[in-house]
């Protein structure tokens, strides 16, 4: 295993672009190889920015899916590099969980380290993790699994059958309703530096199979995180299942309900009950 420690922050949009242009002669198995950042500070500007896009409170400690902002673009240098066997346009992000260790307060020095592993069979195609951990003062601090299907991909054989679903509770309560415009992809775009066509508008989305622009996940899941500020410990998890595409603008509704010492929720269509996101905020315990 070989580690590559980056002086910055790759380009998002350049590495869409790099992706587009060498996205066929694939396959293989995973690379073995660590992307790396140390001493990452936070802009207070953009964490200001991102909190006011994704509705969340600002204060001295970083939201739980703030750290996916600084992981993010170490994986996407990863998963457009031609030694990742799956190419990167298509891929869908299908799930999420965030193991948030303790607080990170908003002036830490952090260490970053991103890797792909556990290549996986499904019914629709093949899946592959993303891994990402967040170090300060030689502990970890965060970490995050991101997994990505590609329809119609071919996981190597005796590949394990990925798991991509998260069980919830009988959710009928509705907690909130949200009219989501349809400008919400380019802001978060604009804060995130995820410039996926597909959450720009409704002309780029249908380049790529979509009836109109959708919402970004991690977005939503940011919005839910916000609606329950207040009400979560400093250690805790978040695991979501990304489900059906939340077409921009829609109208949706939050249902909560507490469970397990946390909570589980749904973001759901508010006309037809499509589920958008689903998923559970739990206490971590110390063996997680």
Request: charged share 20%; with cysteine; hydrophobic share 40%.
């Amino acid at each position: 295993m070989a580690t590559t420690v980056l002086e910055s922050s790759p380009n998002l949009g350049l590495l869409y672009a790099k992706a587009a242009a060498t996205a066929f002669g694939r396959g293989g198995g995973l690379p073995d190889e660590h992307l790396a950042r140390n001493g990452v500070t936070v802009d207070p500007a953009h964490l200001t920015e991102y909190a006011r896009v994704c509705r969340l409170p600002l204060n001295d400690t970083l939201p739980a899916t703030y750290p996916h902002m600084l992981t993010f673009p170490l994986q996407m240098a990863l998963m457009s590099d031609r030694s990742f066997p799956l190419a990167l346009p298509g891929l869908v992000h299908v799930r999420n969980r965030i193991e948030v260790v303790r607080a990170i307060r908003s002036d830490e020095a952090l260490d970053l380290e991103v890797w792909a592993e556990h290549f996986a069979q499904h019914r629709s195609g093949a899946a592959v993790d993303l891994r990402a951990t967040v170090m300060s003062g030689g502990e970890e601090v965060w970490r995050s699994t991101s997994t990505y299907l590609s329809r119609g991909a071919t996981a190597p054989e005796g590949a394990p059958e990925a798991d991509i679903e998260v069980a919830v509770g009988d959710l009928q309560r509705t907690a909130a309703t949200w009219r989501i415009p349809d400008d919400a992809g380019r802001r978060y775009a604009k804060v995130s530096g995820d410039v996926n066509p597909i959450h720009l508008s409704g002309l780029t989305a249908k380049a790529f199979g979509f009836k109109r622009a959708i919402a970004h996940g991690m977005w939503v899941k940011a919005r839910v995180l916000g609606a329950l500020s207040g009400r979560l410990p400093d250690a805790v998890s978040l695991d979501v299942s990304f489900r059906k595409p939340l077409f921009l603008p829609s109208t949706v509704t939050l249902s909560t309900a507490q469970a397990g010492g946390g909570w589980d929720f749904a973001v759901r269509n508010a006309s037809s009950g499509t589920e958008h996101v689903i998923g559970t905020i739990r206490p971590l315990d110390g063996d997680s």
